[in-house]
């Protein structure tokens, strides 16, 4: 049974990553912010001699970035990131120099951020990366991660759009105004949302883990992008409740500053084009076919 190491196991993908690997006959262990404060506080890395039992590494470790930036949450959310990140391959490299086994792939995390706030047209993997907080991010987090192709390592940088899931992230926030009959757009509500099944993105995080022909920067995205507009109304259809309001994109600043505008008000077209040509089929490629399996019997979610 394969090892692999994961960060950020307590978060809404952590956790369902790991009953997902573990029905995939997977041995998991987590590594804890607390855990890597702990080697650190200690001048210590990672044991050298146990990494040399574990196949794999996802790193999915960062502070939330749904919360109201401000100076110090801006510098907790690319710290965190760096940090454990750095640490992670510095212990890597500490085990290559004592000529120890090392894990085979790192997968780490990152996000369609990367493009920017509002890059024009559709957006690849080959695509510029954006020039604001979240682009600036997730460009740092990925150069330190890439620091593990330095030791041999095959490592596969996820970059998620919007994960649609019940068990956490933002599809249960953005379905509570409909549950109270308060559901619609926010923005003028042209603006894309590139999103994927939380069962789609699981499945590719183990592709990346078994298949030796990914590598490098892959968008973890549906092929078919959608307008909030047409998100809404495919939201409160699937809910049985109606789509009427909207929530100025002013407003929405008003209330949540930069964050808003990042992640909200932020029009990205991202497509998934190197897991198509690697022939990855999506269980779920529509919106319609996704929200009809999450909320399969909109009654019970009332």
């Known amino acids: 049974m394969k090892q692999i ?167 249960p926030r953005m379905a509570l105004p409909f549950h109270w009959g308060v559901g619609g757009t926010i923005g003028n509500g042209n603006q894309h949302l590139s999103w994927i099944h939380l069962q789609d993105l699981l499945q590719i995080l183990q592709l990346a883990l078994t298949s030796s022909s990914l590598q490098g920067a892959y968008n973890l995205t549906s092929p078919h992008p959608i307008s909030m507009r047409q998100f809404a109304a495919s939201l409160g259809k699937q809910l049985k409740k109606p789509a009427w309001t909207r929530l100025p994109g002013t407003a929405a600043k008003l209330l949540l500053g930069e964050m808003a505008e990042a992640i909200l008000l932020a029009d990205q077209q991202v497509l998934p084009q190197r897991l198509l040509a690697e022939g990855f089929q999506f269980q779920f490629p529509d919106l319609t076919s996704a929200l009809a399996d999450l909320y399969p019997d909109s009654k019970t979610q009332e």
């Open 5 to 171: 190491l994961v960060t950020g196991s307590s978060g809404f993908i952590g956790k369902e990553l790991f009953r997902f690997l573990k029905e995939s006959q997977f041995k998991l262990l987590p590594l804890s912010h607390q855990d890597i404060t702990t080697y650190q506080n200690n001048n210590e890395l990672f044991p050298a001699k146990q990494l040399s039992d574990i196949a794999g590494i996802i790193n999915l470790a960062g502070v939330s970035i749904s919360q109201r930036w401000n100076k110090k949450n801006k510098a907790l959310i690319l710290e965190s990131r760096l940090n454990t990140t750095r640490f992670l391959v510095d212990s890597l490299q500490r085990a290559k120099d004592l000529q120890l086994p090392i894990p085979s792939v790192f997968i780490n995390a990152s996000g369609i951020g990367y493009y920017g706030i509002s890059p024009a047209g559709i957006q690849t993997e080959e695509s510029s990366p954006g020039s604001d907080f979240l682009a600036s991010v997730c460009q740092q987090w990925e150069q330190a991660a890439l620091q593990a192709e330095r030791l041999g390592i095959r490592t596969v940088l996820c970059r998620f759009g919007v994960v649609l899931g019940v068990s956490g992230g933002a599809l």
